[in-house]
């Protein structure tokens, strides 16, 4: 059973920036492709990035190409989300998911573990 526990969330101005990290346990870290997603009031949990295993390949929704950062510290079994020029849009739960294949990084059901998110508010 993998545990994820994500941290980094606040209120921040637009245009601002703000750095989630989420902290796995239990499972092999270095195994699993990690991904972010996140989900607005009313909305459907989409796609944010996502990373593999290795860490040599990336993935970004286009809403926050160029804007965001995923990385990940297979050594502390850590991933983050570096989030620049935020936008007032950004504003969601944001949630960390553990893929044990990762054959479709951007699906949601490809994700088998999921932390409990953390709040992003982004003022205008």
């Known amino acids: 059973q993998v545990q994820l526990t994500e941290s980094g969330g606040g209120l921040v101005q637009a245009g601002g920036s703000l750095r989630l990290s989420c902290a796995a346990s239990?499972?092999?870290?270095?195994?699993?492709?990690m991904g972010w997603f996140r989900q607005a009031p009313g909305k459907e949990r989409e796609f944010v990035a996502a990373i593999r295993w290795s860490g040599d390949s990336t993935f970004y929704a286009d809403s926050v190409k160029g804007r965001f950062i995923i990385s990940r510290d297979n050594a502390k079994s850590t991933v983050s989300l570096q989030m620049n020029s935020l936008k007032p849009e950004d504003t969601a739960v944001y949630y960390c998911?553990?893929?044990?294949?990762?054959?479709?990084?951007?699906?949601?059901?490809?994700?088998?573990?999921w932390g409990q998110g953390t709040q992003v508010t982004v003022s205008s």
């Open positions: 239990g499972g092999s870290f270095s195994q699993y492709g």
């Open positions: 998911a553990v893929s044990d294949g990762f054959g479709s990084p951007l699906a949601i059901s490809e994700y088998d573990y």
